[in-house]
């Protein structure tokens, strides 16, 4: 009976030891594929070109794999939240800087470079200026502290910034937001005047969604743009979002002619905020997506390498554990378990067999 026992708790080690080695083994072979392949940051840096991500400073302190992936893979980090107004000046005399200061200093560490997002939007306006009853002078004093105290701060290590974000509406009017009802419409150009002076080095965008085709908003904001420059507005370049989905079609020719056309005003473009649902058509075969995703993946990127004034290519995010969006559009470039995904893939061979042509 003893003996028995005894030889029931060895099998049971033996079968736990058994596993535990196929467990280390399997490990040990995916480590060494991701060790072998070139990471997409190398290609990138090649070309002088960046390649980048939004991240989260939560799962930036929780989840080790994803620091992984982000350190491997990506020479350009967004804060996707935590320099956003509520977050980082929540009281009118204070201001927070922990979560923002978690993704420069990774950023920093890694040798990354880092997109400030975002100085001036029409959301996150935390309570105690909603509700505030300001005038116009005290709002601009107000704008004016909040750039230069949050440009100050990462002076020399912010390396471009989203000063204003999302300020038209469709038909390329200005959109309403308590910065237009203010203190008018110069809170654009005024905004890049008080970020430049706070850090003459980095790199100032207007950043938006829907201008990445020719349509009335991205005219409107180019002839914006075109009188911003003759007024020597310090703004460098134009950010692209490009939140889309795989039924609906990225209009590739008109993405080439938006970029030239902002490129002809001397301003760079960057895409900064790409990811592409993978929900709809229902019908379809999760295989027959995930190939259009990454078509669409490979088929944007392609389309910035070729001009000259496409100089990042951000996506809001990274792996599909981590979206804002609906789980089920599985927007991003690597799926849940941080395999890579074919839109991977189509990224890899774009920058590997693409030999820039600027
Ligand atoms: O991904 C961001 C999400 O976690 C926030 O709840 C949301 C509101 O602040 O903003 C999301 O990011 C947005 C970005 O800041 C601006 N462009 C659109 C993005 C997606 O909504």
Request: hydrophobic share 40%.
């Amino acid at each position: 009976m003893i003996n028995q026992k005894y030889l029931k708790i060895i099998f049971a080690a033996l079968a736990i030891l058994l596993l535990l080695v196929i467990v280390y083994v399997f490990q040990s072979m995916q480590d060494k594929e991701v060790k072998e392949r070139p990471a997409l940051r190398e290609l990138a840096h090649k070309e002088g070109f960046y390649i980048g991500a939004a991240v989260n400073a939560d799962y930036l302190d929780k989840d080790g794999l994803y620091r992984k992936t982000l350190d491997r893979e990506v020479n350009m980090v967004t804060a996707e939240n935590e320099m956003k107004f509520d977050v980082i000046h929540p009281e009118k005399y204070r201001y927070d800087f922990s979560k923002a200061d978690k993704i420069v200093d990774f950023a920093l560490k890694n040798r990354q470079k880092v997109r400030g997002h975002t100085l001036v939007w029409f959301h996150r306006i935390p309570e105690w200026l909603k509700k505030g009853r300001f005038s116009r002078d005290e709002m601009k004093l107000i704008l004016k502290n909040h750039i230069q105290t949050v440009v100050g701060r990462y002076r020399g290590q912010v390396y471009a910034w989203d000063v204003v974000n999302e300020a038209l509406n469709e038909d390329g009017s200005l959109r309403d937001s308590i910065w237009l009802r203010t203190i008018g419409p110069e809170y654009i150009p005024l905004a890049f005047k008080w970020a430049h002076e706070a850090d003459p080095n980095a790199l100032l965008f207007y950043n938006d969604y829907g201008i990445e085709g020719m349509n009335p908003k991205s005219n409107a904001l180019y002839e914006r743009l075109k009188q911003y420059k003759m007024n020597h507005v310090p703004i460098d370049g134009v950010g692209y979002q490009m939140h889309s989905w795989i039924n609906r079609a990225i209009d590739f020719h008109d993405l080439k002619k938006s970029i030239d056309r902002l490129g002809g005003l001397g301003l760079q473009v960057q895409v900064t905020e790409l990811d592409i649902g993978t929900a709809e058509p229902v019908q379809s075969s999760q295989s027959a997506k995930a190939k259009k995703q990454a078509d669409y993946y490979a088929g944007a990127l392609r389309t910035c390498l070729s001009s000259k004034a496409c100089t990042a290519f951000v996506m809001w995010g990274i792996t599909d554990k981590y979206t804002f969006r609906n789980k089920v559009e599985k927007p991003l470039i690597f799926d849940g378990t941080y395999k890579p995904k074919k839109s991977y893939w189509a990224l890899f061979s774009t920058l590997e067999n693409k030999k820039i042509e600027k």
